[in-house]
C-alpha cells in the first residue's frame, strides 16, 4: 500500500485530466476545423499573415458560436 | 485506499504508478490521434491524383504540410487558451 497518495489526490488527478482532455478534444476538433476553413492552397514554407490571422479568428469565432448557441438555448427554455 | 490490485493476479500498483501510467497513456492515444489526422490533411492536400508511387514533390509537400498542421495546432490552441 502507498501510503504517501490518498484518495482525494486521485480525485483531484482524475478531473484535472478529465479537464485536460475536454480542452485537448476542443483544440484538436478546432485546428481541424478551422485548417479546412483557411487553408485552401497547397501548404507552403510557412502561413501567410492571412492564413494565421484566418486560423486565430477562426477559433476565436467558433468559440462566439459555441456561446451564442448556448444562450439561445437557455432563453429557448 | 492508496493502491489497485490488477483482477487475479497478486500485482499492486501505487496510486502514484496508476497516474503516471494513465498520464503516458494518455499522450499515447493523443500522440496517435493527432498523427491520425496529419495524415489525413496532408494527404487531402498533397496526393491530388495518386500515382504508382509517391514523387519528390509531394514528399516535401508532406513535409512542410506536417509543419504548417503542427504550427496552426499552436495557433489555435494559443487563441483557445486566451480566451479561457
Redesign the interface.
Known amino acids: 500500500?502507498?501510503?504517501?497518495?490518498?484518495?482525494a489526490?486521485?480525485q483531484r488527478?482524475l478531473s484535472q485530466?478529465k479537464e485536460?482532455?475536454m480542452?485537448?478534444e476542443?483544440?484538436?476538433n478546432?485546428?481541424?476545423v478551422?485548417?479546412d476553413k483557411?487553408?485552401t492552397s497547397?501548404?507552403?514554407?510557412?502561413?501567410s499573415s492571412s492564413e494565421?490571422a484566418c486560423?486565430?479568428h477562426?477559433?476565436?469565432r467558433y468559440?462566439d458560436v459555441t456561446l451564442i448557441i448556448m444562450k439561445r438555448v437557455q432563453s429557448m427554455q | 485506499m492508496g493502491s489497485f490490485s490488477t483482477g487475479s493476479s497478486e500485482t499492486q500498483i501505487s496510486t502514484k504508478e496508476f497516474m503516471e501510467q494513465m498520464n503516458f497513456q494518455l499522450a499515447q492515444a493523443y500522440v496517435e490521434k493527432f498523427l491520425q489526422t496529419v495524415r489525413d490533411k496532408c494527404f487531402d492536400k498533397c496526393i491530388t491524383k495518386p500515382g504508382s508511387s509517391v514523387s519528390g514533390t509531394e514528399s516535401s509537400c508532406i513535409s512542410r504540410c506536417m509543419d504548417r498542421y503542427f504550427e496552426a495546432t499552436r495557433i489555435v490552441s494559443r487563441a483557445f487558451n486566451a480566451s479561457r
Open positions: 500500500m502507498d501510503p504517501s497518495l490518498n484518495s489526490e486521485l488527478f485530466e485536460k482532455a480542452v485537448n476542443m483544440v484538436t478546432l485546428t481541424s478551422c485548417w483557411c487553408i497547397t501548404p507552403g514554407n510557412k502561413f494565421s486560423l486565430s477562426c477559433a476565436q468559440m
